[in-house]
């Protein structure tokens, strides 16, 4: 059986897997890293989504053994080390952009990667688009909008706090 | 202890407590849990929509590696059918046809996904790898997945001792009157239109896994459900024959249901049958695909409707007959959604004197339907609203005009429906303004004519709608034919020092009650939110309650857990009447705090528990020590929440595409308890109903191959589909439950897909088009636009 090595959320992993084993198989039945969700399998609902060196991907479409050297971020690494929460993690909590939560970790992963590539910030139209790869079923997309424009104010340095920015 | 502020109790906008383990990964849903020495299923589902099993050869599949097991309906033989929860009975008082479902197909498949065999192995892979390897012999049957083709006389049955494939054939109101009524009316309106499929699709795929103790005989079984206690009586004592006391089934974090999480499903069964045959644990998880065969789909009616009006638009009788999909088998609660949750509201906001519905619910080779948001309600309020306007166009009346000739007036409550229900409080007028108003409805020909400069078709919908849910009266039901009741449970347990924990049978999906029902005890009984724990979806932990769904939570669940708040109260009296040397007709209690009156003697909440569980300066001859109450409550109508939903969109006429501008939902949910999570239910519901207005449709053909087996095929709502929803609530309270409250989960989906359709047609107004059945899609509306200018 091949071997794999990569890091995940900062720590090194050697991992045995088949040939034919996703990223997301990898993380969640190896590495028991079970925030990143399975919900579909035609890689059309994104609650997979990971940040692999910097990029954000759906690791259901992503075999294990691509992953070889990579840096891995999932959804249970994005917080501070000291459990602070990212400012895309506490504007869904704040706007409500979640109810049931599986699709969230995926929603986020993809968020904080769209705003991340897009410091100029984005209108309500361009962020709807650059969700087009995520699919929820609860919420409607309205909170989860308005959560990601407060978000970016933050991420990149427009404004203090994700309180702040719900004034 | 802190003073609870305004900013927890009832109307407050609390953030919720769950979403700091779901935004961290920290959830813990079914596929999440992994049980030592599991072993992983895998089930083996028919291609066929109809065929004869001849033979079943797992001789090549047993060898593979990893294999443990392989089972079939002959190693099944001992166990029961899957049960229906509800009997109707037929217009001649016969009762419906139950056909046996059963676990694993016997002899026959009877739809596309139809489960033969379940392949037990080390890995979910190896599992996988030898069910392909299973050689099935079929001899393939003609298939119908059509209800009007089921019924023809030259129809294959779906089940041999179902005639007609009709499963029933009911009717409720008053025929005679009815055609009374039309015979002298100057109106007379006939409508025709289907309620497409659809295929629920939560996000998380459903999932159970059954484990065994050998040492005790205890069984357990986690499992995507929305009612775990309602799973534990209908397999342990009608599939499994597994007593309650030794079987435990826990729902833990569930990621989405929508209704198709409630039901018993064969694979439940399965997984618990197969871990206790095998003394290890056994999991299976569904992938989507398999979803689309398996979990239960909804709405699939074909209606024909007609509506007597007199001269001036007052209406006069309603007669609607409509056929309902059951699909090939009766999923637990099938049976009351197009009748009891459907007809019974045709009289919708109005005032309709007389109506008479029949209903046929027939059987194909179809996966099996039952209740999807809204359950019965959206198919309604889809058949009157377009009904209405449909009137309006051909009768010459003002579509907003007609409506508020014929609302329910605000003084006639409660209002005796012509169709059993009794409405208990509403405002209809009141929706409607405030809605008219927000989505500037005064300004849209302004904004129509803007946009034909610019080539693009504006249209403008309404649609008005009460429907009922808070279910229900057990009694009232059980009339009806439901097989269980349909009480709550609220456990209210003080703690020593003064926090509580909550037990609950609601179950938390994504409704967020970790939060909204901590805010009913930080309000009641001023224990800080972050000292109160819910606890639901653990038959070890909860005592019998009937789950979560038709937005029952809060009206009922809220409702036990108030009624036991009070008696929390009632003994925190006569304990602190005596450690206060007062008599308990003298103690007063607000939010936390016992006072005897008129004095500044007071005793906090926590004060009292400590001396419950400390009983050593205490009544203990006269009270009982510790402070936990249970109610049941047994809701005495169902609840009305009423509304106005207007939607606007904008066609292009290159494409067909049709863009929702915007959308305007003003509801009355009776008492907001949290504003926030109410906002985010209806925003929720209103993407479904757009995704049916405009997206969604499960295809069969006529044979019954499923067309749109996955995502790639079947259209979800995405965030660039959606338009901003704007929220805003009326209160009339609900009168006969303590809170006040109607219940706010489906509202968005029943509302909203008329308001769409009604702005679609409106927006090709030009075109002459009376009527476009659902979902209104690109290709539709650029062939309705293209014949009409060809």
């Known amino acids: ?85 990212h400012p895309m993690q506490e504007a869904f909590r704040e706007y409500h952009a979640l109810q049931c939560g599986f699709c969230t970790p995926g929603m986020v992963m993809s968020a904080v990667d769209l705003v991340a590539k897009n410091p100029q910030g984005l209108s309500e139209p361009e962020i709807r688009e650059g969700l087009e790869g995520n699919l929820c079923r609860c919420t409607g997309y309205h909170n989860i909008v308005k959560a990601i424009a407060a978000a970016q104010d933050v991420m990149h340095g427009r404004r203090e706090t994700i309180a702040a920015a719900a004034e | 202890m802190n003073v609870v502020t305004p900013f927890e109790g009832i109307g407050a906008s609390v953030r919720r407590k769950e979403d700091l383990r779901f935004l961290s990964g920290r959830g813990q849903y079914t596929d999440d849990m992994n049980r030592p020495g599991q072993a992983h299923a895998w089930i083996l589902r028919s291609q066929h929509a109809h065929a004869r099993i001849l033979n079943i050869d797992t001789a090549a599949a047993a060898g593979m590696p990893g294999v443990v097991a392989i089972y079939t309906s002959a190693d099944l033989a001992a166990i029961g059918g899957i049960p229906c929860g509800w009997q109707i009975h037929n217009k001649d008082g016969t009762p419906m ?120 005989g205890d069984h357990t079984l986690y499992t995507t459900s929305q009612n775990p206690h309602v799973i534990r009586l209908l397999m342990g004592a009608f599939v499994l024959n597994i007593p309650e006391s030794k079987l435990r089934v826990v729902a833990p974090d569930v990621g989405g249901g929508f209704g198709s999480k409630i039901y018993h499903y064969a694979e439940e069964a399965i997984v618990t049958w197969a871990a206790a045959k095998l003394g290890r644990a056994v999991k299976w998880t569904s992938d989507r695909t398999e979803a689309f065969m398996s979990d239960a789909h909804g709405r699939d009616h074909v209606t024909r409707a007609e509506l007597a009006l007199d001269e001036q638009g007052t209406f006069l009788a309603l007669r609607v007959d409509t056929h309902a999909n059951m699909g090939a088998y009766l999923s637990t609660f099938a ?160 703690h020593p020092t003064g926090s509580v924990t909550v037990l609950t049978g609601s179950h938390s999906h994504g409704q967020g009650h970790e939060t909204t029902f901590a805010q009913l005890v930080a309000d009641k009984l001023g224990v800080l939110i972050a000292n109160v724990d819910i606890v639901h979806g653990d038959t070890a932990k909860v005592p019998f309650g009937m789950g979560t769904y038709g937005s029952r939570s809060l009206a009922v669940g809220g409702s036990a857990m108030d ?65 936990e109450e249970t109610a049941f409550y047994d809701p005495k109508n169902f609840t009305y929440p009423g509304g106005c939903h207007i939607a606007e969109v904008e066609i292009e006429k290159e494409t067909g595409r049709v863009t929702l501008i915007n959308f305007t ?114 290709p539709k509306i650029w062939s309705i636009i293209h014949a009409k200018t060809a």
């Not at chain 2, 095929?713 to 609530?729: G, N």
């Open chain 2, 335 to 494: 049976p009351c959604v197009p009748t009891y949750l459907y007809a019974t509201l045709l009289a919708g906001c109005y005032s309709t004197p007389v109506i008479y519905a029949e209903v046929k619910a027939v059987f194909t080779h179809t996966v099996p339907v039952d209740a999807y948001r809204g359950a019965g309600r959206p198919e309604a309020t889809y058949l009157l609203e377009r009904l209405v306007d449909v009137a309006a166009k051909q009768c010459g009346f003002d579509r907003i005009a007609l409506r508020r000739r014929n609302f329910i007036a605000t003084d006639a409550f409660p209002y005796q429906t012509p169709v059993a229900l009794q409405y208990d409080s509403g405002d209809y007028f009141s929706t409607l303004d405030e809605a008219l108003k927000t989505s500037d409805w005064a300004g849209f020909e302004a904004r129509r004519a803007a946009a034909a400069m610019h080539g693009k078709l504006r249209g403008i919908g309404i649609s008005t709608y009460v429907e009922a849910c808070g279910i229900a009266p057990s009694a009232v039901v059980g009339s009806l034919g439901a097989r269980a009741g349909l009480y709550e449970v609220g456990v209210i347990r003080v």
């Open chain 2, 97 to 216: 046809a139950e056909p046996k479902h059963p676990v694993l197909a016997e002899g026959k498949v009877r739809h596309v996904g139809d489960p033969i065999a379940v392949v037990i192995a080390e890995t979910r892979s190896q599992a996988r790898d030898a069910g392909e390897a299973i050689v099935v012999d079929f001899d393939v049957l003609p298939g119908i997945s059509q209800t009007t083709a089921a019924l023809a006389p030259d129809a294959p049955r779906v089940h041999d001792d179902v005639a007609g494939n009709i499963c029933y054939d009911w009717h409720i109101g008053d025929k005679a009157a009815v055609d009374a009524a039309f015979a002298g009316a100057k109106h007379h309106v006939v409508f025709e239109t289907k309620n497409q499929r659809l295929i629920p699709n939560a996000m998380e795929p459903r999932c159970a896994v059954g484990d065994f103790d050998t040492m005790s």
């Open chain 2, 665 to 778: 939902a003003v509801d009355d949910v009776g008492r907001v308890i949290n504003p926030m999570i109410v906002a985010g239910q209806v925003q929720g519901g209103v993407a479904q109903g757009v995704g049916q207005a405009l997206l969604e449709a499960c295809i069969y053909d006529a044979d019954g191959q499923l067309m749109s087996g996955s995502m790639m095929d079947y259209t979800m709502p995405r965030a660039d589909d959606l338009a901003p929803v704007s929220v805003a609530t009326h209160v009339t309270l609900c009168t006969h439950n303590p809170l006040g409250v109607k219940g706010c989960g489906e509202v968005g989906a029943i509302g909203s897909p008329p308001a769409v359709i009604n702005a679609v047609v409106d927006a090709l107004r030009d075109y002459g088009v009376e009527h476009v059945e659902m979902p209104a899609t690109a």
């Open chain 2, 563 to 627: 009624k036991a708040m009070d008696k929390i109260i009632a003994k925190g009296k006569r304990i602190a009447a005596h450690l206060m040397e007062a008599s308990v007709e003298d103690i007063e209690f607000d939010r936390g705090t016992f006072r005897v009156a008129g004095t500044d003697k007071t005793k906090a909440l926590a004060e009292i528990s400590l001396a419950a569980y400390v009983p050593h300066k205490y009544p203990i001859d006269e009270i009982e020590p510790g402070l």
């Open chain 1, 1 to 85: 059986m091949p071997t794999v090595t990569l890091t995940v959320n900062g720590k090194p992993h050697t991992v045995e897997v088949e040939g034919r084993t996703l990223l997301v198989e990898l993380l969640r039945e190896k590495l028991r890293l079970t925030g990143t969700h399975v919900g579909c399998d035609t890689s059309q609902c994104g609650a997979c989504v990971v940040h692999i060196d910097g990029e954000s991907v759906k690791a259901c479409t992503t075999l294990a053994v691509m992953c070889e050297g990579s840096d891995v971020t999932t959804i249970e690494g994005l917080a501070h080390a000291d459990g602070t929460l």
